[in-house]
């Protein structure tokens, strides 16, 4: 099975453009996560849905939006990017919100 | 706060054992997971503590003491592909997990 993909691999984006980064899991998974890596951090949460139809907030959620219209799907939005946004974004999915988390192989995004 | 503490980086010989050390300080505690993240790839799931104690998973075997904050991932019989930065994670109250930096492993011949 493909587990979780991610859509693009890498994208240079201009400061003030909008982006949605893709994300689509097969493996039925009601939960699902967008983080962010940052040389010298830890992985930060962004959003998260624990099951279709319902969103959340993490840790640093501000400058981006998700939607939950499906199990499969978990789009991530930035409606304006900033050269604060550039890194690297992982989705992940787990069975349920209390089960390990899988992820996926990243998109590596330049904001200029 | 929130805190997760790891060695930034170490180094270790081929054929040789590492340990691998993570503290934390986190509002309730449900959980502590280890991920291996190779460079420019995802993490992957190494292992899960929950209750005290050692778990063994061939080469690798992780280690928690609740009432200490205090786990360690031990790494036997070092290959050049554990060459990676391993990440500790501790899953709070809320059930999200909080994050270490990851500490990088640098496996030499």
């Known amino acids: 099975t493909a587990g979780i993909t991610q859509a693009p691999t890498s994208q240079i984006l201009a400061a003030g453009r909008s982006m949605t980064l893709r994300c689509t899991q097969d493996?039925?998974?009601?939960?699902m996560y967008w983080y962010r890596q940052d040389l010298g951090l830890g992985l930060r949460l962004i959003h998260y849905?624990?099951?279709?139809?319902?969103?959340g907030k993490g840790e640093v959620p501000d400058g981006y939006s998700v939607s939950r219209a499906n199990t499969d799907d978990f789009p991530l939005t930035l409606a304006s990017a900033v050269p604060s946004q550039t890194s690297v974004y992982f989705c992940?999915?787990?069975?349920?919100?209390?089960?390990?988390?899988?992820f996926g192989p990243g998109t590596r995004l330049t904001v200029l | 706060g929130q805190n997760i503490d790891q060695p930034t980086e170490m180094t270790a010989t081929e054929g040789a054992i590492v340990q691998i050390n993570c503290t934390y300080q986190?509002?309730?505690?449900?959980?502590l997971f280890w991920y291996q993240q190779h460079a420019g790839e995802a993490p992957t799931f190494l292992s899960y503590?929950?209750l005290d104690g050692l778990e063994e998973k061939g080469r690798f075997s992780s280690f928690l003491s609740r009432s200490k904050g205090y786990s360690y991932l031990l790494l036997k019989e070092l290959q050049m592909k554990d060459s990676a930065s391993y990440l500790c994670?501790?899953?709070?109250?809320?059930?999200?997990?909080?994050w270490g930096a990851g500490t990088k492993l640098i496996i030499k011949p």
């Open positions: 992940a999915s787990s069975e349920g919100p209390q089960a390990t988390q899988y």
């Open positions: 493996m039925r998974h009601n939960a």
């Open positions: 849905s624990n099951t279709a139809g319902t969103t």
């Open positions: 986190t509002s309730g505690f449900n959980g």
């Open positions: 503590n929950v």
């Open positions: 994670a501790v899953r709070d109250s809320n059930y999200q997990l909080i």
